[in-house]
């Protein structure tokens, strides 16, 4: 069984710093999806990482993965107030099969 | 376009009474999964349907739960009878066969008194 683990699971952070959230996960996986949830809403699809060494960047938000170290990195730059939501990484198999979803890292960006 | 729509987004109802969740997925959007979400947990899928066919109901606890989706395009999930343990988010996905993005619907918040 896939097992998903995000940490940190909790991060306070203040505007304009640097972090890393990290996803590992126990079983082969040939692609992984980073999602973002802000409080009472649904899932937001940030990035499809489709192969090992996919890297991709949308604004301050960067996403990586490494499937021989089973690892995923969505690095925040210069982080502003609205990036502050819950972000889950998601590993998947090949078309639609399941997603196992960590259970996310919730940020919180402090002015 | 419109995105996945469910209904109703906020539910609440006594122990051992039944519900019914409904799933609209985006147009032309084959595939379609019920997910249940836990308070601050990641969502965990219930069933996933290609059409009409439920490909993978391996998750979805058969004694209380059911699903369907006659048409292959909207979707019910329903609990019966529902316990306290069942309060949690469900929500709804759908994808394009063999596409790499699955799209939530905003869910349906069930509350059990």
Not at chain 2, 22 to 51: A, D, F, K, M, V
Not at chain 2, 52 to 61: F, G, H, K, N, R
Not at chain 2, 69 to 95: F, H, M, N, W
Request: charged fraction near 20%.
């Amino acid at each position: 069984e896939l097992k998903v683990e995000q940490n940190p699971l909790f991060l306070s952070m203040q505007e304009g710093k640097n972090y890393t959230i990290y996803c590992n996960y126990s079983t082969t996986s040939d692609r992984l999806y980073w999602y973002r949830q802000d409080p009472g809403k649904s899932l937001e699809s940030l990035f499809v990482l489709l192969s090992n060494g996919a890297v991709k960047q949308e604004g301050r938000l960067m996403a990586s993965l490494d499937t021989k170290a089973r690892l995923s990195t969505l690095h925040i730059t210069a982080a502003v107030h609205d990036l502050s939501a819950t972000y889950f990484c998601a590993p998947g198999g090949f078309g639609n099969e399941k997603l196992t979803f960590g259970t996310g890292t919730r940020l919180t960006i402090i002015p | 376009e419109a995105g996945v729509v469910q209904s109703p987004r906020y539910k609440i109802i006594e122990k051992k009474q039944p519900v019914a969740f409904w799933c609209n997925p985006i147009s032309g959007h084959n595939t379609l999964y019920w997910y249940l979400q836990n308070l601050g947990q990641g969502p965990e899928l219930l069933i996933r349907y290609e059409n009409e066919e439920a490909v993978d109901d391996s998750q979805l606890p058969k004694d209380r739960f059911s699903a369907e989706r006659l048409k292959g395009v909207d979707s019910t999930l329903k609990i019966q009878p529902a316990e306290l343990g069942d309060s949690a988010v469900y929500l709804c996905a759908s994808s394009l066969v063999g596409a790499d993005e699955q799209f939530f619907g905003p869910g349906t918040r069930l509350t059990v008194l």
